[in-house]
Structure formats: C-alpha cells, structure tokens
C-alpha cells in the first residue's frame, strides 16, 4: 500500500456483509493473475448491517484493501465518486461486490487499455438474471434517455469499466452535488472500447435498489443531462391552445348560426379537470428542476469521509518515524 498502485478497484458497499468475502477471494484471484500493482478500495457507504467490521476483519487477510467508511449513506454515486477522488491508480475500475459483473473481465480491460484505450466499458449481451419488468423499464429508461439527451447512455453498459487517469481528472472537473454517473462517464468522452459478458445472478444478500429507488435514479439521469422534460411543455401548452382557439372560432360560428345552446356541466368540469391537471404536471417538471438548482446551489459536499484506513497507516507511519527520530537523538552530542 506504500507504492502506487497500477490498479485502482472501487466498490461501494451498502449492506454487502454476506457477499463482500466472496469478493474479495475471486477479485484477488484475478488482480493477482496480472503483472500490475492494485490497490482494492471498499467504501462502506452508511451500511446498516456490519459491512464496516467485515471490511476491517478482511484487512488482516488483504493487505491490498483500503477501507473507506463514508460518515453515512450518501448514495452510490456519491460512494462512487469518493472512491474515483480518493484512488492512487493509473487505471480506476469501478465493480459492484455483488459479483453480478464477473472480475475476470478485467484481464479483457487490460487488453484493451494496453491497445491505447482511455476507457474499457463492459456491456451486457444477456440480462437473462434479471426480471422481464427490469428489463423492459431498463430499455424503455435508455430508448427514451438517449432520444431527450445531449449525450447518449451506451445501452445495457452500467459502472463496471476502466477509466484511466486522464478521464478522472476530466470527471473530477464536473462541480454538480446531483450526480449521475453513467451520464458523466459518457460526457466526459475520451476513446472507448466496449467488452461483450454476460451478466450472472447474485452471489448472496439482496440488492438495495427497489422500483421507487430505480425511477427516481431515471429522473436523476434525464433531469442531468436534458431540458427536453421542460421544453416539451412549451408544445403541449401550444397544441392544448390551437385546440382552444379552433373550439371556440366552432362555437362563436355556431352560434351566430344556430343560437346559444344551454351549457353543457359535465363537459366544462372535464375540460377544467384536463387543463388543470395537465398545469399541475408542468408544475412538477418544474418543479424538479427547481429542486435540483437549489440543491446544487448550497454547495455542499458530495460526500464526507469519516475514517480512511489508508490515510491511518501512513499518518502511524510517519509519527512512527518521528518518535524513532527523537529516540535515536543524543541531546548531549
């Protein structure tokens, strides 16, 4: 841990006592099968089961692990950007620990790292382990993603990739609390090589992420990189307005044609009931873009660090070297 590392693993760990250990015997066997230096960081990110001491009890075992405890749950974006800030890596590979994104595929990323590659992303060709919901809200989430934004998502490509330096950096510029890091990875840009896997079912525990969680995750990705939710209420409001002006040019002639006709109750409550609640949805496009300005505009950190082992260890180490400095010293001499 004293020598930089090559390799730069970053996991976020939220709740993964069962699973972390399984990790960390397959990730090793890999990382040791190659020619470069690691450095395996887990961020234990506000866990509520003992990841935290599991993670500790795996450093007498590990001495490549670098145990990062985030003061509580920040999310896993901001987990994830704690891990690319705090690596000492020439290459970063960002890896869930649930072992549904193989470690093997890593010796593929090197491959083409070594061709020249600033960024190596794994694409799932098979999402067989999941459900039929996840996957068709997954691909509706991409179709309709990449229709609205700036920059497109590579479908069926999540976190699990290698980045090398330079595309850190390039990331560590973006100054937004609110982050969506699939989107920054793929504006940031840089030249890319996609590996092909298959996904595998989880090892053990279960994963924290729910429907609620998944569609505010949705929100999160297309209020980050797209106005289009706010714009397009600009052609509805049109639309809804030419149908308002052409129904009354009808009734304003009818009438003078055919004379006033008693009001209709049940039509003007639908009418009223449409118009209100198609405002009430503007307002709350609005609104969301709104609450992510106010938020970004308190500026405040992304994440808080409450304990870092390797920040430990060389703070130990260098008291070590001057208690021994003044040991050594003869006040006499």
């Known amino acids: 841990m004293t020598n930089t590392p090559t390799i730069s693993i970053v996991c976020p760990c939220y709740n993964e006592e069962q699973v972390v250990?399984?990790?960390m015997e397959r990730i090793s066997a890999v990382l040791d099968s190659t020619s470069y230096s690691y450095e395996i960081i887990l961020i234990n990110d506000?866990?509520?089961?003992?990841?935290?001491?599991?993670?500790?009890?795996?450093?007498s075992q590990y001495d490549t692990i670098r145990v990062v405890n985030l003061?509580?749950?920040f999310g896993k974006e901001a987990a994830l950007t704690a891990g690319l800030d705090l690596a000492r890596g020439e290459?970063?590979?960002?890896?869930?620990a649930d072992l549904q994104d193989p470690p093997e595929l890593i010796h593929d990323f090197l491959k083409e790292w070594e061709k020249g590659f600033d960024v190596v992303v794994a694409k799932r060709v098979d999402r067989s382990t999941d459900s039929w919901a996840k996957k068709l809200t997954a691909e509706l989430f991409y179709k309709f993603h990449n229709a609205v934004a700036q920059v497109e998502i590579p479908e069926n490509v999540g976190d699990f990739r290698l980045i090398n330096r330079r595309v850190v950096k390039a990331i560590q510029l973006l100054p937004e609390n609110q982050r969506f890091m699939k989107g920054i990875f793929s504006w940031v840009g840089f030249k890319t090589s996609v590996v092909e896997y298959k996904r595998e079912a989880r090892e053990a525990g279960e994963t924290s992420f729910n429907g609620w969680k998944l569609w505010n995750f949705a929100l999160d990705g297309i209020t980050s990189f797209s106005t289009a939710p706010l714009r397009v209420w600009l052609y509805i409001g049109s639309f809804i307005s030419a149908l308002a002006f052409t129904y009354g040019s009808f009734t304003i002639v009818?009438?003078?044609?055919?004379?006033?006709?008693?009001?209709?109750?049940?039509?003007?409550?639908?009418?009223?009931?449409?118009?209100?609640?198609?405002?009430?949805?503007g307002i709350g496009v609005m609104?969301?873009?709104?609450?992510?300005?106010?938020?970004?505009?308190?500026?405040?950190?992304?994440?808080?660090?409450?304990?870092?082992s390797y920040i430990q260890q060389s703070e130990n180490k260098h008291s070590g070297e001057i208690t021994n400095s003044g040991e050594n010293h003869d006040p006499s001499a």
Not at 46 to 59: E, I, R
Not at 257 to 276: C, E, H, K, N, Q
């Open 71 to 73: 003061s509580r749950n």
């Open 254 to 281: 009818k009438t003078l044609i055919y004379g006033i006709d008693a009001p209709g109750y049940a039509s003007l409550i639908t009418v009223m009931l449409f118009l209100g609640g198609v405002q009430l949805i």
């Open 91 to 96: 290459v970063m590979i960002p890896i869930d």
């Open 21 to 23: 250990g399984l990790f």
């Open 287 to 308: 609104g969301e873009y709104i609450g992510r300005l106010y938020m970004e505009s308190k500026r405040r950190p992304t994440y808080i660090v409450e304990e870092d």
């Open 46 to 59: 506000g866990s509520k089961d003992n990841t935290l001491a599991t993670l500790k009890a795996l450093q």
